[in-house]
């Protein structure tokens, strides 16, 4: 599966950005839609996933990102508000499958200056 992600960029703390990342494949196919992020030193972390409308996000987000799925076009959006310096890392977009397959996106940075 093709991951195309978009929308990531340079803001100040407090600020919002939108990501967004298309998927190559059925949208039928598709089990769960998720957002990883990865800073400089640090390993990849879960930043949120939507499986069949339910979500789930890491607690240091909780509040301040919101995850949504376009099901007819296998789109997922990453909506994050009141962003601080600490969520500054590169944006890895991840699906999986009905069969069990896994992609990863091409990462998108994300900088928050403070």
């Known amino acids: 599966v093709r991951l195309v992600e978009s929308g990531g960029g340079l803001v100040q703390a407090g600020g919002s950005l939108r990501l967004s990342c298309a998927a190559s494949?059925?949208?039928?196919?598709?089990?769960?839609m998720g957002w990883y992020r990865q800073a400089p030193g640090k390993q990849r972390d879960l930043v949120a996933i939507?499986?069949?409308?339910?979500?789930t996000y890491a607690d240091s987000v909780k509040g301040r990102f919101t995850i949504s799925r376009d099901t007819a076009k296998a789109i997922a959006y990453l909506q994050m508000n009141s962003l601080k310096p600490e969520d500054t890392a590169v944006y890895y977009c991840n699906v999986r499958t009905t069969w069990y397959s896994e992609s990863w996106g091409q990462g998108t940075q994300v900088t928050v200056s403070s």
């Open positions: 939507i499986t069949a409308g339910t979500t």
């Open positions: 494949e059925n949208p039928l196919n598709i089990r769960t």
